[in-house]
């Protein structure tokens, strides 16, 4: 079996800002879309796992995005497993468009987790080295992020039912829109993310509600944001990001 999985996406009326580019999260769940396709593959889907007890959970997550398609392009999407980092196992991502430029690199960091013993599981034991490709699409070693120490703004949340994913948690995905939606809207009206990195370090669950915090980070090259997501009930952090943005092209 080829260890790339390509997959090809159109970018439909709903899933494009004002401006007619394709929205960060439509990119994000285009990512994820392909990437269960392709677990499903190596039978290692979360609907298989969870047949032992087992699922997958997003540890780190890092996405460069170079241009953004617009409404009615047609992209592809491929991923690959690109290795283990100590008990991480690691997941690369590209996009590109119809004439090869490429539109985006990602990579990113999962465990296997025990749910019911609620502990990491041993790679070897569910993973074979020989799927993995030697190549990474975004070379990081994923560091520790800053925290978001001072909010400028905050805005609060309540999880809904369209936020829980296969896991009966909130989505990966859905906490990077929390914390796009603290930008500034002069930022968002005249700005684009290009640069995303998340470490998620707890879960949310239907029902809770959160607090997304913001905090401008000084920066050379364009606007640069700390981001936080906290449970607004225990104050837990659940998500440590940073974004950088460009203007629109």
Request: proline share 4%; net charge negative.
């Amino acid at each position: 079996m080829d260890k790339i999985y390509t997959k090809k996406f159109q970018v439909h009326t709903y899933e494009v800002d004002f401006r007619g580019k394709a929205l960060p999260i439509s990119l994000l769940n285009y990512l994820q879309d392909a990437a269960g396709d392709h677990t499903v593959l190596l039978d290692v889907s979360v609907p298989e796992l969870l047949k032992s007890n087992l699922t997958w959970l997003l540890s780190r997550y890092h996405v460069k995005i170079f241009k953004y398609p617009v409404m009615n392009d047609l992209i592809f999407v491929s991923t690959w497993p690109s290795g283990k980092q100590g008990i991480f196992a690691l997941r690369d991502f590209e996009i590109a468009d119809e004439r090869g430029e490429r539109l985006l690199a990602a990579t990113s960091s999962w465990v296997l987790w025990n749910i019911k013993t609620r502990q990491a599981m041993r790679l070897e034991d569910h993973l074979s080295d020989r799927v993995a490709l030697d190549r990474r699409a975004l070379a990081d070693d994923f560091l520790p992020l800053p925290p978001c120490h001072t909010a400028a703004r905050e805005l609060s949340f309540r999880v809904e039912m369209q936020d829980i994913d296969f896991n009966n948690h909130v989505n990966h995905a859905v906490y990077i829109q929390w914390a796009l939606e603290t930008v500034p809207e002069d930022i968002l009206r005249t700005c684009q993310p290009v640069d995303i990195e998340a470490a998620y370090r707890a879960e949310a669950f239907y029902g809770n509600e959160i607090v997304s915090k913001i905090q401008r980070v000084e920066a050379e090259s364009g606007p640069v944001f700390a981001h936080g997501i906290f449970h607004r009930t225990s104050g837990a952090e659940l998500t440590r990001l940073r974004t950088a943005w460009a203007r629109y092209a």
